[in-house]
């Protein structure tokens, strides 16, 4: 697995809009709970998605229990399962959102056969990284906090 560069992750991150948070929880101490809520923080429309979850309220969207409930105008899929768990995630994205432009896997959530076959209808695919992450790393937020991002600038923070 590549891991996408600075430049294309930076693209990803402004590019999308609309992001379907797969196995999110309703427990703020959970990451898949304050990553989401520091993505709607941030200006994206985060769509919960969780079936033991489905009909309850998060982030001011209503959970769903499926991704292929999301509204077509979901353009990433930012994944919090397992390993094993992401080629029908993957099937059923490309197969329900037809803005799909990225599937994102989690810190620690990766899967090669997955991840090529959306490659390979058009989707770029991040895996092992987190979005909470990369935004704050690219877009200067660590900084502030005195950490090296390995992002070079000419801009002050």
Known sequence: MTSPN???LKKILHRTKVIAVVGVSANPVRPSYFVAR???LKGYRIIPVNPGLAGQSLFGETVLGSIADCPPQVDMVDIFRRSDHVPPLVDEALAHLPNLRTI???????????AAKARAHGVDVVENLCPKMEYQRLFGELRMGGINTGVISSRLS
């Open 104 to 114: 994102w896997m989690q810190i620690g959530v990766e899967h090669a056969e997955a």
């Open 38 to 40: 520091y993505l709607k």
């Open 6 to 8: 600075p430049a294309e």
